[in-house]
């Protein structure tokens, strides 16, 4: 039998990129897998439990769960991608310019970062979503704020092996300035890396997002946002559960599903660890080295 | 020892400077008049000259700044606009119910996360291995506020075992009964925390026992195991006791980390378990856009972050000396 390619033998991989895959699928045929109108209620079905009509049943207004669900992964994927976009971004550019330039430029910009790890995660996001009022950008840029701190540490890292490579040397000579050697050479070989970390943070952020809505400071309703679904389900627990369980497992496959796909990723991106991982897989317990 | 001490603190100076500049740029970040906002729309001209004068909005950015900073040092950080009270004196008063919970939950995590993450590398490809791992996975995916809400409606609600919100005595309180004699206090005042302290840990047992596996993998390959193994200790004791110590040290450092997200969650866990702490605090005060409040404790949960980093390096200098040569 011949041996599939690593990527196929992965299983994190595969799990996670299904996930992943009917989700984002979900999100945007939204209109067409939605099976009622996202707004309309009906208070002569509230509080229905699972049925052929409404495949999850309906909230407290008589609106269907399962369309609530399918536009709300509209919302939470598309501020998870915003963010996350815009995290990488600017920490990349960070790292490429900390890494490679090194001297005071390094110390000031990795300070500045350091002072960004430094607030719990959360906490900054509520304060500056505070600050600025819901919508869908100030979300997105809370999360930008508080997320870009881990790509510039990491491409900082990757630029400082990589700038000494002799290929990177080579470009030097031949004349080629910073922005080339950062853009050209130095960048596309620190893509595996963020590839990784922005699959860990996609998931990071749909977290991030229903923690927020779960709060009350997501998008205002009627947005059918997870978070807040789950939210005001909770006030609803002894007539129907399954508006707080069904959102939360909502989120959790999301993530789940990121998560795996990170996972998936990192083994194949990083061939260090893919031999790690096919050593643990021929002989259980093994103890060489 | 001594020297990186000191070289250790020196640098939570700039980090410090780094957060408060932060923390008051908040402020500025606010649309429009900040005095106007905070008032809301019915308030009249005079109230809201009345409170830019008593922010200091009128003075330039950078007076405002000198001044917040040198009444942070004076242990000021300004009164809360809706309560009308000292911030520092209404974050103190709510301090001790967070730090309870998050420490609480840190002593879960990490016992669950390093006993799970040791099993699962001793058997490493056995069910108890992908059960662990599964569990790992499953843990870094559920959302805090979800799994507390599932807790709650099982063990509190379906099954009424344990109070589903609120918080008994203070932990320091409920030990100092103990001494007297008194179990009660701190038998009640531990069904309230426990399935708090169970959701908010869930997260960081899975990322630690992750971890342990991971190192402890490692560790088992190393000739100092070989050696125990082939003089004819007993493999339990191998384990526990030669490969653990070992393999927690890199866990040590990730435990610095966690603790910050540890009070992240804390702000969830506090909402919907109503626990009276510095998280509910938060949710209130930005509901009600108290912002010389919110600015207070986003301050606070910083610097306990700092704090509790510093710790851990200090102790993984001590715990492993060839930390303090670089």
């Not at chain 1, 052929?52 to 399962?66: K, M, P, Q, V, Y």
């Not at chain 1, 500045?112 to 719990?120: Q, R, W």
């Not at chain 1, 970390?197 to 991030?208: E, K, N, Q, Y």
């Not at chain 2, 450092?253 to 378990?273: D, W």
């Amino acid at each position: 039998m011949r041996r599939l390619p690593p990527a196929l033998r992965n299983t994190s991989l595969i799990v996670g990129a299904v996930i992943v895959l009917v989700i984002v699928g979900l999100a945007i045929f939204a209109p067409l897998a939605a099976t009622h109108d996202v707004a309309a209620m009906n208070m002569r079905a509230r509080f229905q439990g699972p049925s052929a009509e409404h495949w999850l049943g309906t909230d407290n207004f008589g609106r269907d769960l399962w369309s609530r669900m399918v536009w709300g992964a509209r919302v939470s994927l598309g501020i998870a991608l915003i963010s996350t976009l815009g995290a990488a971004l600017i920490g990349t550019v960070v790292g490429l310019v900390a890494g490679y330039f090194g001297g005071w430029v390094d110390q000031i910009l990795m300070r500045i970062t350091d002072v960004f790890l430094g607030f719990p995660a959360i906490v900054l996001a509520l304060a500056i979503v505070a600050v600025l009022g819901p919508g869908v950008m100030n979300v997105a840029l809370a999360l930008v704020v508080v997320f870009w701190t881990e790509y510039a540490r990491v491409v900082r890292a990757t630029t400082l092996v990589l700038r000494e490579q002799a290929y990177v040397q080579a470009a030097r000579a031949m004349g080629a300035g910073p922005l080339r050697i950062l853009f050209r050479e130095i960048l596309p070989n620190s893509l595996g890396p963020i590839i990784v970390l922005a699959s860990l943070g996609l998931g990071t952020a749909v977290i991030a997002e229903s923690a927020l809505a779960f709060l009350g400071f997501g998008l205002p309703p009627p947005a059918p946002t997870w978070g807040w679904t789950l939210s005001y389900g909770t006030g609803f627990m002894r007539q129907a559960p399954w508006l707080s369980i069904v959102s939360g497992a909502a989120i959790m496959l999301t993530v789940l599903g990121f998560n795996l796909l990170g996972d998936g990723l990192r083994d194949v991106l990083d061939p260090r660890q893919l031999t790690r991982a096919a050593g643990k897989g021929k002989t259980p317990g093994a103890q060489t080295p | 020892m001594l020297s990186y001490t000191l070289r250790r603190l020196l640098l939570l100076i700039p980090m410090g400077i780094g957060i408060v500049v932060v923390t008051f740029g908040l402020m500025l970040l606010v649309p429009g008049d900040p005095a106007a906002v905070l008032l809301g729309q019915e308030a009249s001209a005079e109230a809201v000259a009345s409170l830019r004068r008593s922010l200091g909005l009128d003075n330039p950015w950078y007076v405002q700044l000198w001044d917040y900073f040198t009444g942070l040092l004076r242990g000021d950080m300004g009164v809360s606009i809706f309560q009308n009270q000292a911030v520092s004196a209404i974050i103190w008063s709510r301090l001790g119910a967070t730090i309870e919970l998050a420490v609480a939950a840190l002593v879960v995590a990490t016992v669950i996360g390093v006993a799970l993450g040791v099993l699962a590398a001793m058997r490493q490809g056995s069910w108890i291995d992908t059960g662990a791992m599964l569990f790992a996975q499953l843990g870094v995916s559920m959302p805090v506020y979800w799994l507390g809400l599932l807790l709650m409606l099982f063990f509190a609600v379906q099954l009424g075992w344990l109070p589903s919100i609120g918080r008994g005595a203070p932990l320091t309180e409920a030990f100092a009964d103990l001494f007297r004699g008194n179990v009660a206090t701190l038998q009640h005042a531990l069904t309230y925390l426990l399935l708090p302290a169970l959701a908010l840990a869930a997260n960081s047992a899975a990322v630690i026992s992750r971890l342990v596996r991971a190192s402890m993998l490692e560790v088992l390959r190393e000739d100092f195991v070989r050696t125990a193994r082939a003089k004819g200790l007993r493999p339990p004791r191998v384990v526990w006791r030669h490969a653990l110590r070992n393999a927690l040290l890199p866990v040590l450092s990730v435990v610095g980390v966690r603790f910050g997200t540890l009070l992240g969650g804390a702000v969830l866990t506090e909402t919907i378990f109503a626990w009276p702490g510095l998280g509910q605090l938060t949710i209130a005060a930005i509901s009600q856009r108290d912002l010389p409040l919110i600015q207070g404790l986003v301050l606070t949960f910083a610097l306990l972050f700092a704090l509790v980093n510093l710790v851990v390096d200090l102790l993984y200098a001590v715990v492993d000396p060839r930390i303090r040569l670089d």
